[in-house]
């Protein structure tokens, strides 16, 4: 038999007294309004010191290693544009100048090519049609940052015309705005072409060496940035400021008035026949702009989302971001990400930044299995992936860190397995598997898996993602699954602390 609810001892211990006159009534609800209030002002103080303490929770640590152009720089700014666009667009001025020196590069490689072929054609050298054991062309050095010397072969001599000559002409205010744009944007603006290094792990080796081969000092700050964007750190004198402002004017000036010679030069038949005959894939190689002259040679240029993200500066150093992310599942949360160079000389400096780092964003470019690295011609660039991201997973400070592996330069890859290039002729291990798309990427993948589950010194989840970095888009849904992982494993972290 069930008790009526005036029996429940709850219910009766909490009504009011049977015989309760109204001034007791009175004091007894002044009592319970009162240790209400006590009890909402408890739950507030629970609710603030909640808050603060998710506030002050520790920042997501993101460290992006990978060689040197192999896309970590392109990835961070994907994280910036897709997670802190304010951050994103404070930046894009500064990033002008870089397209703008990729721009003129791309022109000064193609002049310096056809000066070479000109003058070699005025003098008419013989050149044999079986001589294609060249450097630069089984390699496809990258034309517009490391002009080769390398005669076109065979075919019928070129027919260089007066237009040419004009051309040349025209176009050589190129070469002083080049070194212009160099000087303004430092040391990064070059692509190094030796180094001491010939480790493809440096920051393996003892302490003494280590400081002994690194190319400068860690933990550089935006130098080029803060020198570059007037508008948002004013620090200089007026006259500093002006005269600058004077030689961009110039610059953005020179630039504009070659506008049409520069698509001329471009879209010239001979031209194109030439690159074509020294294998120099120019239209591949990273901070191509040549096919967007018409938009990018302007006075009132204006970077886009894609040019920032396809411009091509190397990065000096460690260079450390900080930025909350606006929306997404950690809206609120502090991300600090770390973005290093990547030539062998600046591995060294890697090694401090291992400690305490919730995730590690390993780039492999797959598309370079027959390049060779720009600071070393000796070394396959797959080759010298596949020895880092060893080092990487075999060091022990980051036995408990979890990594995530890009295999980048998709798009690159299949342009090239479309062009016929062969990976088993540069990778015999391939062999006779198909050489497309689908084989390569999971062949690639396997290998790097292999490596992982040798190397690492206890178990660890293989994470890898099939990217294209220059494409934002698909970019952004990869990062959204990236910023889920790492989120788990920060959470879990902060757990056991
Ligand atoms: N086509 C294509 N280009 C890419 C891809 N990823 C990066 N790039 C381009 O390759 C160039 C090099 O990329 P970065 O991000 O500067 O390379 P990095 O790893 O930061 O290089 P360092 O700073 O020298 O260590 C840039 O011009 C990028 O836009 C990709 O997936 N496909
Ligand atoms: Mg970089």
């Excluded at 008035?257 to 690159?275: F, G, N, Q, T, Y």
């Amino acid at each position: 038999m069930g008790r009526s609810m005036e029996e429940d001892p709850l219910t009766l211990a909490m009504s009011p007294p049977p015989n309760e006159t109204p001034e007791e009534r009175q004091a007894r609800e002044a009592r319970e309004a009162e240790a209400q209030r006590i009890s909402d002002e408890i739950d507030e103080q629970i609710r603030k010191e909640k808050e603060a303490r998710r506030k002050k929770k520790r920042p997501v640590k993101v460290l992006l290693l990978g060689q040197s152009e192999s896309g970590k720089t392109a990835t961070l700014k994907n994280f910036q544009l897709t997670y802190s666009k304010r951050e994103f667009a404070e930046e894009r001025d500064s990033w002008r100048a870089v397209i703008q020196l990729n721009l003129v590069r791309n022109v000064n490689a193609i002049l310096d090519a056809l000066t070479q072929e000109m003058s070699a054609s005025s003098v008419s050298t013989p050149v044999s049609p079986n001589d294609s054991d060249d450097d630069s062309i089984d390699d496809h050095t990258h034309i517009a940052t490391v002009p080769k010397a390398a005669p076109a072969k065979a075919g019928p001599k070129l027919k260089f015309g007066e237009k040419h000559r004009v051309l040349k002409l025209r176009l050589s205010p190129l070469q002083r705005i080049q070194k212009e744009l160099e000087k303004r944007l430092g040391a990064g603006s070059l692509e190094p072409d030796s180094t001491d290094v010939t480790s493809a792990a440096p920051f393996e080796l003892p302490a003494s060496r280590k400081r002994a081969l690194q190319e400068f000092s860690i933990n550089s700050n935006n130098g080029w940035k803060s020198a570059l964007l007037r508008t948002v750190r004013p620090a200089r004198p007026e006259s500093d400021q002006t005269k600058k402002k004077d030689t961009e004017d110039e610059i953005t000036e020179v630039i504009a008035s070659c506008r049409e010679d520069m698509k001329a030069i471009w879209e010239d038949p001979v031209v194109r026949e030439l690159l074509n005959r020294r294998k120099a894939r120019i239209e591949d190689s990273p901070g191509f702009f040549l096919n967007d002259a018409e938009r990018v040679a302007v006075r009132s240029y204006q970077p886009t989302d894609d040019d920032v993200i396809r411009a091509r500066l190397r990065t000096l150093g460690v260079q450390e971001y900080r930025f909350v992310f606006d929306h997404g599942r950690t809206v609120g949360q502090t991300w600090h990400m770390f973005d290093v160079g990547g030539t062998r000389s600046s591995r060294a400096a890697w090694y401090p930044y291992f400690d305490d780092v919730d995730a590690i964003i390993f780039l492999a470019p797959i598309s370079c299995f027959d390049e060779k690295l720009a600071e070393d011609r000796h070394v396959n660039r797959l080759e010298d992936s596949y020895l880092l991201w060893r080092s990487v997973c075999s060091t022990k400070l980051l036995s408990r860190t979890q990594i995530i592996l890009f295999l980048n330069k998709c798009d690159l890859l299949q342009a090239k397995l479309m062009r016929g290039v062969r990976i088993r002729d540069h990778v015999p291990s391939f062999g006779e598997r198909r050489n497309d798309l689908p084989t390569a990427t999971r062949y690639f993948q396997q290998h790097f898996k292999e490596i992982s589950r040798q190397f690492s010194p206890v178990p660890r989840p293989f994470y890898v993602h099939l990217t294209s970095v220059i494409d934002i888009k698909s970019t952004a849904a990869t990062l959204g699954a990236v910023e889920e992982s790492i989120l788990r494993d920060h959470l879990r972290r902060a757990d056991l602390m």
